[in-house]
T-cell receptor
Framework: DQQVKQNSPSLSVQEGRISILNCDYTNSMFDYFLWYKKYPAEGPTFLISISSIKDKNEDGRFTVFLNKSAKHLSLHIVPSQPGDSAVYFCAADSGGGADGLTFGKGTHLIIQP | NAGVTQTPKFRVLKTGQSMTLLCAQDMNHEYMYWYRQDPGMGLRLIHYSVGEGTTAKGEVPDGYNVSRLKKQNFLLGLESAAPSQTSVYFC???????????FGPGTRLTVL
């Protein structure tokens, strides 16, 4: 059973607008969440993260929001730029995370000019 | 700093052949991981290591073996390749503090 779900396989957004990518999780033991960005034929690169003791983390154009009661997080990108076109993976970690991350299936973000 | 490197980048095997994928990191990280990614799927953990000489099973370990003889290297072995092991394999490493994992560029493996 999927513990981390990204229910939108793809999302198309106009350049300059806000992109909102969503992620839901089922495991209450997850205490740290990360977003990775992946271009074709490359490895995932870390984008932004949030601890379960926070509800928001911001880094430049990227903001992650966490709603623990709903077991939901979202990544906001504003303004969206052409270079943001990529696959975005939501990942979750628990108990210090030595034993690996649990990933969602990813959302392909397409920024339209 | 090269970060995390993976060898080879591409490989085609016939069913039943064996091979070893090499992952190397120059960041002195304690933890290392092997994931596989299949079309339309997220990354799934195969095996991981929390230090030199240690290994542990992840979510999908069957058909794979690993070794961590040196801190900087993590090897993934396929003893008898099967078409179901056609995938893109990613290696990652992590410090012993923090949660961020650093990924290599991947190895695309096709088993015919």
């Amino acid at each position: 059973d999927q513990q981390v779900k990204q229910n939108s396989p793809s999302l198309s957004v106009q350049e300059g607008r806000i992109s909102i990518l969503n992620c839901d999780y089922t495991n209450s033991m997850f205490d740290y969440f990360l977003w990775y960005k992946k271009y074709p034929a490359e490895g995932p690169t870390f984008l932004i993260s949030i601890s379960s003791i926070k509800d928001k983390n911001e880094d430049g154009r990227f903001t992650v929001f966490l709603n623990k009661s709903a077991k939901h997080l979202s990544l906001h990108i504003v303004p969206s730029q052409p270079g943001d076109s990529a696959v975005y993976f939501c990942a979750a970690d628990s108990g210090g995370g030595a034993d690996g991350l649990t990933f969602g299936k990813g959302t392909h973000l397409i920024i339209q000019p | 700093n090269a970060g995390v490197t993976q060898t080879p980048k591409f490989r085609v095997l016939k069913t039943g052949q064996s091979m070893t994928l090499l992952c190397a990191q120059d960041m002195n990280h304690e933890y290392m991981y092997w994931y596989r990614q299949d079309p339309g799927m997220g990354l799934r953990l195969i095996h991981y290591s929390v230090g030199e000489g240690t290994t542990a099973k992840g979510e999908v370990p069957d058909g794979y073996n690993v070794s961590r003889l040196k801190k900087q290297n993590f090897l993934l072995g396929l003893e008898s390749a099967a078409p179901s092991q056609t995938s893109v394999y990613f290696c990652a490493s992590r410090r012993d503090w923090g949660n961020e994992q650093f990924f290599g560029p991947g190895t695309r493996l096709t088993v015919l």
